[in-house]
């Protein structure tokens, strides 16, 4: 009898190649994304459908800032498309959404429309969807820092009660408790790095690299990761079992 396959409680997509897959088809950036935006629906279906508790896809990056703005304006249309249309049907199948990053530098539109769909879904106890928006993890970090930096001062807190544990309390993440920690990074257009993308919550993470991009990105292609984290011995800095050094 075969063994199912392991599932990752909580997967990170790092949603790349957009616009070189529209520009190697001889189309602007823009239509890439478009169709990018497409495959949304059919994943996050499909990991609620497969067992996964949380699913992280990274939307905009803090550096993605300095992208010309015809293209920073075509994203935001997608954004706010995306949760006008989707946010009933997310309701229905019972998913909780959120959104980390800097929120204060969107459109005051944006803000209202992410705190309205947030507010909405806050109830659903189903997959923990999140998208990081205006996100950097070291602007994270260093968020996180000041933070408990302020509650030491004014008696919150005291330094030597710092610890991994509470660290992981000041985090944009924070609200996903023990789901926080990341089990499965998934990026796709083939490049190999992590790009400032949940350093604190992948430390033991597995990574899959594709050079599938974004918007080739199946449900077909989701399962091929999800196997081959299944396959993945995680001794999170131990040794495997019966190894003698």
Known sequence: MQKSPEIPRHV???????????????????YGHVRGSGRLKAIIEEADKIGVKALTLYAFSTENWTRPETELSA?????????????????????????????ERLAPDIQD????VSAKLSRNTGLQLTFAVSYGSRRELARACQLFAQDCLEGKRHIEEMSEQLMSQYLWTSDLGELSEVDLV???????????????????????????????FTTDRLRDAVLYFSGRERRFGSLRTGAST
Request: contains cysteine; positive net charge.
């Open 75 to 103: 994203l935001w249309k997608l954004l706010r498309k995306y949760l006008r249309k989707e946010a009933e049907n997310l309701h229905r199948n019972n998913v909780r959404f959120r959104v980390i990053g800097e929120v």
């Open 113 to 116: 429309l992410i705190r309205s």
């Open 12 to 30: 990170a997509i790092i949603m790349d190649g957009n616009g070189r897959w529209a520009q190697n088809r001889g189309h602007s950036r823009v």
């Open 186 to 216: 998934i990026r796709t257009s083939g490049e190999i790095r992590v790009s400032n993308f949940l350093l604190w919550q992948a430390a033991y993470a597995e990574f899959y690299f594709t050079d599938i991009c974004w918007p080739d």
